[in-house]
T-cell receptor, first 116, second 117 residues
Framework: GENVEQHPSTLSVQEGDSAVIKCTYS??????FPWYKQELGKRPQLIID?????GEKKDQRIAVTLNKTAKHFSLHITETQPEDSAVYFC???????????????FGSGTRLSIRP | DAGITQSPRYKITETGRQVTLMCHQT?????MFWYRQDLGHGLRLIYY???????DKGEVPDGYVVSRSKTENFPLTLESATRSQTSVYFC????????????????FGPGTRLTVL
């Protein structure tokens, strides 16, 4: 089945610097790659996603890149701010086999801390 | 996010007891999912449902039962709770994007923190 590996498990960066989180997936049929942010005690919330027909997507300070050949994708956060401190999860789809349904397999998460 | 709710938010139970966690969504999304979240494991899929009366196992289904008699509700039952089922449980829902087989965004409920003593 699909497996998603995420690195690093913890990341500490100085405020204003950039942060990069990397994920690899195993199923070459995966076609949708969302990133979720989870603040302490809160639910995961989608921050950006990318589909397999594009290589890069950007939304203000957040960007995601996808390398289908190597089966890896990355989250880039620039000009980090204290409110970026959270746990970030990558995910990849696993096709369920009927209709257009998919289930999402999550990475194990990265705890990002922004140092003031 | 107010469109998907979970109850109870916190639950303490004892080993061997039956527990049901409720999930309700108001968007009429076709797909609903149950995940458990444990330190070091991220989110793991327990069960999912593509529509009313259609359910299937995820990654860690053992010890859990689901049903979906109505589109908006997707209860998760622990038939005989064990300490290893102490976790935070998240329900999610989504609607498939039209055409192309693309998956759509999953929206998560606020979670239920379950402790089994």
């Amino acid at each position: 089945g699909e497996n998603v590996e995420q690195h690093p498990s913890t990341l500490s960066v100085q405020e204003g610097d950039s942060a990069v989180i990397k994920c690899t997936y195993s199923d070459s049929a995966s076609n949708y790659f969302p990133w979720y942010k989870q603040e302490l005690g809160k639910r995961p919330q989608l921050i950006i996603d990318i589909r397999s027909n594009v290589g890069e997507k950007k939304d203000q300070r957040i960007a995601v890149t996808l390398n289908k050949t190597a089966k890896h994708f990355s989250l880039h956060i620039t000009e980090t701010q204290p409110e970026d401190s959270a746990v970030y999860f990558c995910a990849a789809t696993a096709y369920l086999g009927y209709s257009s349904a998919s289930k999402i397999i999550f990475g194990s998460g990265t705890r990002l801390s922004i140092r003031p | 996010d107010a469109g998907i709710t979970q109850s109870p938010r916190y639950k303490i139970t004892e080993t061997g007891r039956q527990v049901t966690l409720m999930c309700h969504q108001t968007w009429s999304h076709s797909y609903m999912f149950w995940y458990r979240q444990d330190l070091g494991h991220g989110l793991r899929l327990i069960y999912y449902s593509a529509a009313a009366d259609i359910t299937d196992k995820g990654e860690v289904p053992d010890g859990y039962v689901v049903s979906r008699s109505k589109t908006e509700n997707f209860p998760l039952t622990l038939e005989s709770a064990t300490r290893s089922q102490t976790s935070v449980y998240f329900c999610a829902s989504s609607e498939p994007a039209s055409g192309g087989g693309w998956s759509d965004t999953q929206y998560f409920g606020p979670g239920t923190r379950l402790t089994v003593l």
